[in-house]
């Protein structure tokens, strides 16, 4: 009875292994696409969808908004369901493909920007392997509840190259560490107060306050959405001298300005 129901196991693993390997058998490239088409104008980027199976893949591409939360993770929502939404204002050519074995195809993904509108807007394109069918059944079956065998998904993002209204802030640095942590843990609040998605660098700096030497601590890279607050957590390897430090988590985000930081004050024993 045992090795009956281990024989089974092994099977059953068996088969998931090969679904996983068959839903990951197509590649795409680029997975990420950044529009910056000043408002009134269009731009079109190319994704490319290799089929690496030894059968036919029936490739349907879709949208989705997301959400971004505090703490960085995202909510998925259906397209159009965000104000920032880039689904409205973005056409593919085509947006359903069949693809023989390791036949490539390409799909351009063309951007109109809206007039007099400098706002950020983002989503994703979904790239999905389906069930062989036709061109002409793909919308109606996909509404009906098409088995999906695999997906990759393209993230979407649009700033108009003339947009200035950068201004990201941080703040609020304190020490989260709990007993079980191995290395201090602190988070500090970056907010987006702009019109545009901004890459920002963040990162520590300790200064001890008897002899005045500083250290700089590893840069964490995060993209901040307008008019959007979230969490950034930094960590502070055990490699200080005992003292008394102040800590500064200061942000870079590209401004002509001058960069931006918060402290606190901190003992290392």
Known sequence: MQKTTILLCWIILFLLSSGM?????????PIRLNFNADPGETQTKTVTIKNHGNENASVVLT???YLIYKNGERKVLGAGSSKNSIA????????YLEI??????????????????????????NVSTTKEQTSFGADKELSAGLSIYGRINVELSYTPKSATRKRVQISNLKEVTTPNDSIRKFTANI?????????????????????????????????????????????????????????????????????????ITIEVD
């Not at 390997?21 to 795409?28: C, G, R």
């Open 63 to 65: 949208f989705q908004d």
């Open 88 to 95: 409205e204002w973005i056409t593919l050519n085509p947006s």
């Open 191 to 263: 907010d987006n107060l702009g019109s545009a998605i901004t890459e920002c660098k963040v990162y520590l700096i300790a200064s001890n306050l008897s002899t005045l030497h500083e250290k700089r601590f590893e840069t964490v890279n995060i993209k901040a959405y307008p008019q959007t607050s979230r969490n950034v957590e930094l960590t502070l390897p055990d490699t200080l001298p005992e003292g008394t430090y102040s800590l500064s988590a200061i942000l870079d985000y590209g401004s002509s300005k001058a960069l931006e930081g918060t402290q």
């Open 100 to 125: 023989n074995p390791n036949q490539v195809q390409t799909v351009d993904v063309t951007f109109q920007a809206p007039n007099d509108d400098y706002t950020s807007k983002w989503g994703i394109l």
């Open 21 to 29: 390997i068959k839903a990951q058998s197509f590649e795409v490239a």
